[in-house]
């Protein structure tokens, strides 16, 4: 079956770090690929997405590009800030949308000024 | 309303109960999911409706999980006889026919004592 697997954390970072969280997963066909973020005492928000190979998601200076041949969809951020402090979810659901997300396990990222 | 609401936020019951989780979805949204977050790890699917009826229950445990969506619009997660291990954060989430992104409650929080 479906499966995602994420860099497992606690992840730690300064303030102005470069960030790279890893993700690949296995699926049948050409799946759709998120991150999703849950911040502090918050509920879990779409980050970005990709919906087929070579698609780049972007939303709030993150980036993930949808890699077919190495199974990947890797979150990298320039310079991150305390703000971003939260944790991470990689997630596929199948083509054509309306379908149950698998999610991997989070990875924990915290901010130091 | 704005979101994804579900209620309560946090229900504590004794083993061997009956607990009832409510979440409204956001109007007019067709597709709603149940997911469960035990602690350290990702939501993991439970059943997904499309309109009324369960397009797919694969993920509930055991028979003691039920689900319904009489109208189409609010969602009920029941559970038999609770056990200890039924404790975790139950999830909603919804989103239009077709749409690729899910919008999430904030949970349930369940505890079994």
């Known amino acids: 079956g479906d499966s995602v697997t994420q860099m497992e954390g606690p992840v730690t970072l300064s303030e102005e770090a470069f960030l790279t969280i890893n993700c690949t997963y296995t699926?049948?066909?050409?799946?759709?690929l998120f991150w999703y973020v849950q911040y502090p005492g918050e509920g879990l928000q779409l980050l970005l997405k990709?919906?087929?190979?070579?698609d780049k998601g972007s939303n709030k200076g993150f980036e993930a590009t949808y890699r077919k041949e190495t199974t990947s969809f890797h979150l990298e951020k320039g310079s991150v800030q305390v703000s971003d402090s939260a944790v991470y979810f990689c997630?596929?659901?199948?083509?054509?949308?309306?379908?149950?997300?698998?999610f991997g396990t989070g990875t924990r990222l915290t901010i130091i000024p | 309303g704005a979101g994804v609401s579900q209620t309560p936020s946090n229900k504590v019951t004794e083993k061997g109960k009956y607990v009832e989780l409510r979440c409204d979805p956001i109007?007019?949204?067709?597709?709603l999911y149940w997911y469960r977050q035990s602690l350290g790890q990702g939501p993991e699917f439970l059943i997904y409706?499309?309109?009324?009826?369960?397009?797919?229950d694969s993920g509930l445990p055991n028979d003691r999980f039920f689900a319904v969506r009489p109208e189409g619009s609010v969602s009920t997660l029941k559970i038999q006889r609770t056990e200890r291990g039924d404790s975790a954060v139950y999830l909603c989430?919804?989103?239009?026919?077709?749409?690729?992104?899910?919008?999430f409650g904030q949970g349930t929080r369940l505890t079994v004592v």
């Open positions: 990709a919906t087929k190979a070579d």
């Open positions: 409706f499309q309109g009324t009826g369960a397009a797919d």
């Open positions: 699926a049948t066909g050409y799946p759709s």
């Open positions: 109007s007019g949204h067709t597709a």
């Open positions: 997630a596929l659901s199948p083509p054509f949308g309306n379908e149950k997300l698998t």
């Open positions: 989430a919804s989103s239009r026919s077709g749409a690729t992104e899910a919008f």
